[in-house]
């Protein structure tokens, strides 16, 4: 029986390779020193599995921005936008690299980032591949073997993670019509090959191979491909042990051909589908090995060894220990470094942290689970157990945990609620009235950048440098700055700019109650962007008003509208660690309640335009299409009860980001949000195409520009974008914004892009009535 890791967390324990990367793009460190960063974070987590007693550790997960932007140039796959960055003499790898993740703008070339989108349904985003017809590809980055070699000069027992050659193909994107990117199998095989005879070289044994797709609903192609490239890899490589992974899923109607391929050993995922388990013991041959994903992968909770043990054993007596490997679920990256790391008992209790478990504990966790299975576990391994058992117990009988005043709420809540008064067509004609607003109305997604000046104030004020008194000034002084600055270049909506915030689902949950903090729970949402979820352990309501004071100052400065921020239910739930006693949809009805309580309180203090985020619902299906409708139903009924509780004349808002829509938008309209903004400029307006076919029946802003990259649009290119937007949605439906909120700018590129959008409106904006006439 052996342990393995399927991957690690890579920005180190106090977020390192984000402050390296971000130094790097700034041109205040050089390679030398940002490689450096990388190899020292890559060493010490190899040497913390090693030393708890993993026998397989992972390699080649580690990443400078994106797994997937690493095969992608290890592959060769690279866009030929990119092409005058690969052939400059002065560029390194990974400068191309870099401009792939953000785009290039300087030296006279202006490049567009690719595409990025959300991983199956994470927080974390992905770089998407780029596929053309007849694509070449070729190796290009040795990163796979040099990391692999890097390792093994460590002494580590190192096992190479690559993305399987299927998931990547999927994983992708046709940029042109005419082909499907499964035919480009043949075309990619012969440099997955390369790279296992170079790994095979260096003394490779096993090798992971990442297939989440085998838990995702299949085409026949895709069925058919599996073999045929599983096969043809092992008949060249008889001598490599292959591990296939799958996570986030169960296998289901994909049982049979997961365990019918021709490799070595099968990861399932049993958190999420622990109910598989039976089927795939009496599906698999008598040779392959059995991986077993008992520890939480994508939660924080302490793993109860018990039931971990009984699907262990069961699996021991059925297929022998030699043909067992126990793992977490998934790979650790969705999981804060190490709870270790949490001294502040005012911030995390000690009671709330005794039921918790961080990547660094979950390695523990699974030598432990191995020690208990054997046959004769010692001493001190059983009174581990013990003490997790007592762990245990003591969650399912904390007085933390429940209320009875939110059970009984959720009790008393009807239809009713989830219904604005009037339906949409009615609204808009109040909220025209009401509002006053122009053709393509302008406004931004709601945060403004946070300088290291704003940021400084809040941790002066945590500290105690700051009194409360000096701290509510300086972010009163931003707020009007701002808001002038918005009144000036001529913003339609305005926003508050969001300073006081310092995240949009951790700002609202230090307000809820049954609510819990970190100071370092950190996860990578993507790149150098790191997010630090809170955690709800208990029943969620609202104590008090939680944004109506920012609001209400912004809106006094002004005569023009301040939308009123929030974020929404499903948000909320879907970017927290979320507690495991209970329904996920009944913890979101209980954050609906709540939001709508606040949706209150804003109209009530004059904010008549309320933007409610939700950009995690479409991150939110289920990846087995037979389980969307439950999860769709529940989702948009809580929105609906976060934003059904206003006046017709009050416009709603909400905002996503990143998602397909195609085939959810009927679910999307059913939310019933006077305005939706979306995500755009990356796919170049793509994603409004679902929209109009269905003839979407309320407002829409189509992002006009992608502050996810530092480039800063011309505004030419946003009225390119928003005639291509205008000859699919009416002109009285858009509206004109940013893709996202401009939190992570700087405020050089944010003062230029929304200049130009604002020009870029106006713009369209009188061609339009030019034509009328």
């Known amino acids: 029986m052996q342990t393995h890791i399927l991957g690690y967390p890579r920005i180190g324990s106090n977020r390192e390779l984000k402050k390296a990367c971000e130094q790097y793009w700034a041109g205040k460190t050089s390679l030398q020193e940002l490689l450096e960063v990388g190899k020292t974070i890559r060493k010490q987590n190899w040497k913390l599995q090693q030393e708890a007693g993993i026998d397989l550790i992972p390699t080649n997960d580690f990443s400078f921005y ?294 660094k504990q979950k390695v523990s966790e699974i030598v432990l689970l191995k020690k208990l299975a054997s046959e004769n576990p010692d001493y001190n391994t059983l009174q581990e157990l013990a003490e997790n058992k007592k762990a245990i117990e003591n969650r399912k009988v904390s007085t933390l945990i429940h209320n009875k005043d939110v059970k009984s709420r959720i009790e008393l809540t009807t239809e009713n609620d989830a219904q604005r008064n009037s339906p949409f067509n009615a609204r808009k004609e109040a909220q025209q009235r009401a509002l006053e607003l122009p053709l393509f109305p302008t406004t931004t997604i709601g945060s403004f950048p946070q300088t290291k000046e704003v940021r400084s104030w809040r941790a002066q004020f945590k500290k105690g440098d700051l009194t409360a008194e000096e701290y509510d000034q300086l972010l009163k002084e931003e707020t009007q700055r701002t808001i002038n600055w918005q009144e000036e270049i001529g913003i339609d909506v305005l926003v508050h700019g969001e300073f006081e915030r310092n995240d949009m689902v951790e700002y609202f949950g230090e307000q809820l109650a049954g609510f819990a903090f970190t100071q370092n729970g950190w996860v990578q949402s993507y790149g150098s962007r790191c997010v630090k979820p809170p955690v709800i352990f208990g029943d969620v309501h609202r104590p008090q008003p939680m944004t109506v004071y920012w609001s209400q100052y912004a809106q006094s400065l002004t005569k023009k509208w301040v939308k009123g921020m929030l974020t929404g239910p499903v948000t909320i739930l879907q970017w927290s660690f979320v507690r495991d006693d209970q329904p996920r949809s009944l913890t979101c009805k209980q954050i609906a309640l709540a939001i709508r309580d606040e949706v209150s309180d804003l109209e009530k203090a004059g904010i008549r335009i309320i933007q409610i985020d939700e950009p995690a619902i479409r991150e939110g299906l289920p990846l087995r299409k037979a389980e969307w409708q439950n999860y769709l139903q529940w989702a948009v009924e809580a929105f609906r009860i976060s934003a059904s509780g206003v006046e017709d004349a009050t416009q709603i808002h909400t905002h996503m980001c990143y998602s397909e829509f195609n085939d959810i938008i009927h679910n999307i309209a059913d939310m019933d949000a006077d305005v939706i903004t979306i995500e755009c400029s990356r796919s170049q307006m793509e994603l409004l195409n679902a929209f109009a076919d269905f003839k979407y029946p309320n407002e829409i802003g189509p992002g006009v520009y992608d502050i996810h990259s530092p480039r800063v649009p011309s505004k030419e290119e946003m009225v390119e974008l928003l005639k291509k937007a205008q000859a699919v949605i009416p002109a009285e439906q858009l509206w004109v914004n940013p893709d996202c909120g401009l939190k992570t700018r700087h405020w050089d590129e944010t003062e230029k892009a929304l200049i130009a959008m604002v020009a870029a409106s106006k713009e369209v904006a009188a061609a339009y009535e030019t034509e009328k006439v």
């Open 66 to 359: 994106d797994q997937v932007l690493d095969l992608t140039l290890s592959v060769g796959a690279i866009p030929s936008r990119y092409q005058d960055i690969a052939s400059k003499e002065s560029s390194t790898e990974l400068d191309l690299y870099f401009a792939m993740a953000r785009g290039y703008q300087k030296e006279g070339l202006d490049i567009t980032a690719m595409e990025m989108t959300k991983w199956f349904d994470t927080n974390y985003h992905y770089i998407v591949p780029e596929f053309q017809k007849d694509q070449k590809f070729k190796l290009f980055s040795n990163k796979i073997v040099n990391e692999f070699i890097e390792a093994k000069e460590e002494g580590i027992n190192a096992k190479p993670v690559i993305i399987g050659l299927v998931t990547y193909l999927l994983l992708g994107k046709e940029k042109e019509e005419g082909f499907n990117k499964l035919d480009l199998t043949q075309n990619l095989l012969p440099v997955y090959t390369e790279i296992l005879k170079e790994l095979e070289n260096n003394g490779a044994e096993w090798i992971q191979f990442d297939e989440p797709f085998l838990a995702l609903d299949l085409d026949q192609k895709a069925k058919e491909v599996y073999p045929n490239v599983y096969t043809e890899l092992a008949q060249q490589f008889p001598n490599l042990k292959f591990l296939i992974t799958t996570y986030f899923d169960g296998l289901k109607d994909n049982l049979s051909l997961a365990t019918t391929l021709p490799v070595d050993a099968l990861h399932i995922d049993l958190v999420r589908a622990p109910e598989q388990l039976d089927e795939v013991i009496n599906a698999i041959p008598e040779t392959l090995i059995l991986s077993l994903g008992v520890v939480d992968g994508r939660n924080i909770w302490k793993n109860d060894f018990s039931q971990s043990l009984v699907s262990i054993k069961k699996a021991i007596a059925a297929l022998g220990p030699e043909r067992v490997f126990i793992a977490p679920s998934c790979s650790l990256l969705h999981t804060p470094f190490d709870l270790d790391l949490e001294k502040n008992e005012k911030i995390l209790s000690p009671e709330i942290k005794q039921w918790m478990a961080f990547a």
